[in-house]
């Protein structure tokens, strides 16, 4: 006979504190976290309560990521001005983002029994002086989007502005205390490739490698012809500094090469207005979309995706975006971490910005080798980045 008493018993019960809750779905670091949760929620094993301040005054979407097994406390957006964090130990965004409400709701939930405490980004770390005196008997597990200790500081030194420079290696050395407090106390750590796996193995011997989830609709099989554009698709969120860096690099050094080629640029994604009127001039071969909640019509109307970041770290998630929209990727070597070498073997790799260019140029109108870098790429990411091969990994590393 179905106990129900004992059923729950078994499940383990989590708590996933999330300085920003992953919704909506906009930015890398939203994608990472709901396809870890939703692939948590498929097994079937665990109890889930995820607790974060929201992106925005819209309130969150009942139920949480879809998914009505999983309890969300949502608390308002950040007001605080992050400029205080200047006399603070933490980092900006965790100063930031450890609003008052946000440790009231904390506070209560940690009063009761968990099996798991999640701190999911370095950002959500501002808590640590209140889940210590109060896990109990939890293990905590640390979900670390990138090396903080390691990129942070390669950020720093990208930009011009010696006074930006200055104020973000200050930040970065409070991010590099702050993480290494998290592995401290820190009994799993849940990261996005290898490289990552390699500097936190160091420090907590359970290291598990959780690549991110495909959320979206995968499009139907289909080819690139000649009445498709001669244009090229680049998605991003812009919102943070070393975006808008990464993003300022690229325009300077690649769009004067493809409009004299004939080639355009799309750009899907938040981009601040002072950058965008920045390159008002290029607009016939420049175009900023904004935002799309669906990408698929503007995907169709290109030839192939941008994975072209200099620096920033992580696994890039517009990757999955590309490959399931059917799109051949071209990008930087150093830029495409956490795929495997058959995975960068079907696509169009550089080590430079200019041959990065100069490999678009070559190849943008051999329609043969795009379909067939499009399809190898659909085929071998769909084998490796589906909720269900998440679950297992995630069964692993939590239950």
């Keep these: 006979m179905f106990d129900l008493g004992r059923e729950l018993e078994l499940l383990k019960r989590i708590l996933w504190i999330s300085g920003r809750l992953p919704s909506p779905l906009f930015s890398g670091d939203a994608l990472y976290s709901a396809g870890l949760i939703k692939s948590l929620a498929l097994t079937n094993e665990a109890e889930v309560t995820v607790v974060g301040s929201r992106r925005s005054e819209q309130a969150i979407e009942k139920p949480f990521l879809g ?37 009231m709701k904390l506070l209560e939930l940690l009063e009761q029994s968990w099996d798991w405490i999640v701190i999911d980004h370095a950002y959500s770390s501002g808590f640590l002086d209140l889940i210590l005196p109060r896990r109990q008997s939890a293990s905590i597990c640390y979900v670390a989007h990138n090396a903080e200790g390691l990129i942070r500081s390669e950020i720093a030194r990208n930009f011009d502005s010696l006074a930006r ?16 407090k998290i592995l401290k106390i820190g009994d799993a750590v849940i990261c996005i490739t290898d490289k990552d796996a390699s500097y936190f193995g160091r420090s907590v011997k359970r290291t598990y490698v959780l690549p991110p989830v495909f ?19 680049l998605l991003g969120s812009f919102d943070w500094v070393a975006k808008q860096r990464n993003l300022d690099i690229l325009i300077d050094s690649l769009l004067s090469q493809l409009k004299l080629n004939g080639i355009s640029l799309n750009v899907v ?8 009127d920045r390159y008002a001039s290029f607009k016939s071969h420049l175009v900023f979309h904004g935002r799309l909640p669906d990408i698929s019509e503007i995907a169709s109307k290109c030839r192939a995706g941008l994975v072209p970041e200099l620096f920033g770290g992580g696994f890039k998630l517009k990757m999955l975006d590309y490959a399931f929209a059917r799109l051949p990727i071209f990008g930087l070597k150093r830029a495409i971490a956490g795929t ?7 696509m169009f790799l550089t080590d430079s910005v200019t041959e990065l260019g100069a490999k678009i140029v070559e190849n943008i109108d051999n329609l043969d080798l795009l379909n067939k870098s499009q399809s190898r790429l659909f085929a071998l990411f769909a084998d490796r980045f589906g909720l269900e091969c998440s679950a297992v990994r995630i069964r692993q590393a939590l239950l």
Excluded: W
């Excluded at 420079?165 to 290494?180: F, S, V």
């Excluded at 994604?269 to 965008?276: A, D």
């Design 340 to 346: 495997t070498k058959e995975e960068q073997s079907a």
């Design 215 to 233: 959320l979206g609709q995968a499009t139907p099989p289909r080819s690139l012809t000649a009445d498709t554009p001669r244009a090229l698709l």
């Design 67 to 103: 998914l009505p097994q999983i309890n969300c406390v949502d608390t308002p957006p950040s007001h605080v001005s992050a400029a205080l964090s200047l006399a603070s130990s933490l980092p900006k965004d965790a100063y930031f983002l450890a609003t008052p409400a946000l440790r």
């Design 165 to 180: 420079r200055l104020l973000m290696r200050y930040d970065a050395r409070k991010y590099r205390n702050q993480e290494d």
């Design 269 to 276: 994604g938040g981009v601040p207005e002072s950058l965008r």
